[in-house]
Structures are given as structure tokens and as C-alpha cells.
């Protein structure tokens, strides 16, 4: 995770981001304050359920969107690490190299692959932002979008094994979805969809049928829902089993009967990030995900411990 100095919603990223949203009653800095703190109480509240929290600083005033990493890089299991290309060119300052010897300090990593030259060409992938991976079934679902090419999906999906599943997805505007991750989250034994936001029913149908493939019990999810952040959720591992974060306003969209299918083997974790919303991502967006080996002998760098355990 990162915890940002100055964030605020990017206008450079607001024309295909409906997502979006500002607060005149609050000035820059009040939002700025507002992030920090959000992101400080969520990755006190993951720590506190028993999930390894890394947490890293930015004090970088032209990062105002560097509290979702996960849209430039990921971690996969193997001891890889991907590096994206990024459709916003206010954004392409975020991938950090500090945070990558980090990793490596921490964990196995065995390769680096990194994608964003790709950005000269004008083609984008941004990271598990643009892809819903699984990890069982091994597909990655991508919406299309400006930030989700399909030649760099299939090169992606060839260089570390996913079947690609790229579909057309809109919001209740008519609008392109810009991220696959704000209207799908694929858990272990659940997966929450916006199905009825997929354009081809017949794609439709092939998104539901692989995912029920595997074993889950699809959860589909309203427009609203979706607009809500309902599908923008990660499920993550503790000691004593699963847990779902999700922000405050997505959880309470859910259902009765989708929050008692989570719940069958998933803690729901609602945590309160109302001031990162307003750019367009939650909590999803807000982690991104560690699936590398940690070395028995952790070896600690020359800035020591800024990859800390919150």
C-alpha cells in the first residue's frame, strides 16, 4: 500500500474515468489529509485482522494517484514481477524502482518483467487495475478500455500462463469501464460480477461459466452496485482464514443473500476510504496484492525497513 502527501482526484485521468468525483466543501489540503489518514486507519484495520500490511510513503507532490499501485505493477508466484505501461502520462512517475529493491529484499524474486516501454507505442496494460486475474483457472478478465490493450493482454497472458478473456463492458451512462477491477473481484470460493454491464450475452454467459468452472458461486452485481465499488474488493489471506476488504459505501450495497454467500468463507471487511473514492478507485485499487516467496533470511536494505509490516 501506499499512504500519499498529496493526493487529490487527477483531472488528467477524469475524461474516461466516470468513476470520478470532486468535493468543493473540502480544499486540496483538507483531501490531501483526509487520504492520508483513510490510508493509515485502512492498513492499521488489515493489520489488525491479520494481514501483512506493507506500507510505503510518497511524499512526491506530483503523484496524486500513487495511492493505487496496483495499477503499475504485480507480484506472481515463481518470483515474478510485472511492470505495466500506463495509459496517463501524470501517472508513469509512480513506478518506483526503491519499492521493486524492496521487494527483492523481502522476497524471492527471480525475474522482473517490465511492460512499460510499451508506452512509446502507445499501448497500455495498467496492471491488475485493467485484469481480473485467476489465479485458479488461470484467465485474466479485461474489459476494454484506453488502458487495456488487447496485444499487450495476449502478451501478458503468454509470458505468465492466463488464458485471456477480453470483453466489452458499459456503465448505466453508456460508458466504457475503464478498469475490469471496479466491476469484478474473483475470491476463492466467490466471485462478485457486473454481468449484466458485459455487452455480448453470449460472452456473458462464457464469463459466468468459466468462473462456476472453478468451483465459485458467481455473485452478480447491479449497475449500482458496481457504481458503488461493490466489485472494486480483495480477498486476503490471514492466519485464521480469508478476508474480504471492501470499502464502507460497497459493503453496504451488498444484499443480505450476497453478504451470507461471502460470509460462508470470507470475513467482510469493511473499511472507510470515502476521500480515495473520489478518484475513482477503492479498495481494490488501493492494494496490491504479494504472491512471492519470503526469503528465510530477510535481508534489509540500505534505506532499512521502508518495506515495513504496519
Not at 37 to 63: I, N
Not at 64 to 83: K, Q
Not at 156 to 175: N, R, V
Not at 250 to 272: F, K, N
Request: hydrophobic content about 40%; aromatic content about 6%; overall charge negative.
Amino acid at each position: 500500500m501506499i499512504r500519499p502527501r498529496h493526493f487529490s482526484p487527477n483531472p488528467a485521468t477524469s475524461i474516461d474515468n466516470r468513476f470520478q468525483s470532486l468535493d468543493p466543501t473540502r480544499s486540496s489540503q483538507h483531501l490531501a489529509a483526509d487520504a492520508h489518514r483513510e490510508v493509515t486507519a485502512a492498513a492499521a484495520a488489515l493489520t489488525a485482522a491479520g494481514v501483512k500490511v506493507h506500507l510505503f510513503e510518497d511524499e512526491d507532490p506530483a503523484r496524486c494517484d500513487s495511492v493505487f499501485p496496483n495499477n503499475w505493477f504485480s507480484t506472481h508466484a515463481g518470483g515474478r514481477v510485472a511492470l505495466y505501461p500506463m495509459y496517463s502520462p501524470s501517472r508513469r512517475t509512480e513506478r518506483r524502482a526503491d519499492i521493486v529493491e524492496e521487494l527483492k529484499a523481502t522476497y524471492r524474486v527471480q525475474e522482473v518483467v517490465d511492460y512499460s516501454g510499451l508506452e512509446h507505442d502507445e499501448a497500455y496494460l495498467e496492471g491488475t487495475g485493467a485484469m481480473v486475474l485467476d489465479h485458479v483457472g488461470r484467465v485474466a478478465y479485461a474489459a476494454r478500455s484506453h488502458r487495456t490493450n488487447p496485444i499487450v493482454l495476449e502478451r501478458f497472458c503468454a509470458q505468465f500462463g492466463y488464458e485471456p478473456m477480453l470483453f466489452d463492458a458499459y456503465d448505466e451512462h453508456g460508458d466504457a469501464i475503464y478498469h475490469t477491477n471496479v466491476m469484478m473481484t474473483v475470491g476463492t470460493s466467490f466471485a462478485l460480477v457486473g454481468l449484466d454491464l458485459v455487452a455480448d450475452a453470449a460472452r456473458r454467459m462464457q464469463i459466468h461459466d468459466a468462473l462456476g468452472a472453478t468451483g465459485r458461486t458467481v455473485i452478480s452485481l447491479s449497475a449500482s452496485q458496481v457504481s458503488n465499488f461493490a466489485g472494486n474488493a480483495i480477498e486476503l489471506s490471514t492466519p485464521s482464514g480469508g478476508v474480504l476488504a471492501i470499502s464502507e459505501r460497497a459493503a453496504a450495497s451488498l444484499d443480505r443473500t450476497q453478504r451470507e454467500i461471502i460470509e460462508r468463507t470470507c470475513t467482510i471487511l469493511p473499511l472507510a476510504v470515502p476521500t480515495i473514492e473520489l478518484a475513482g478507485g477503492s479498495v481494490r485499487c488501493m492494494i496490491a496484492g504479494i504472491h512471492l516467496a519470503a526469503r528465510s533470511l530477510p535481508q534489509r536494505s540500505a534505506r532499512d525497513m521502508s518495506l515495513a509490516a504496519v
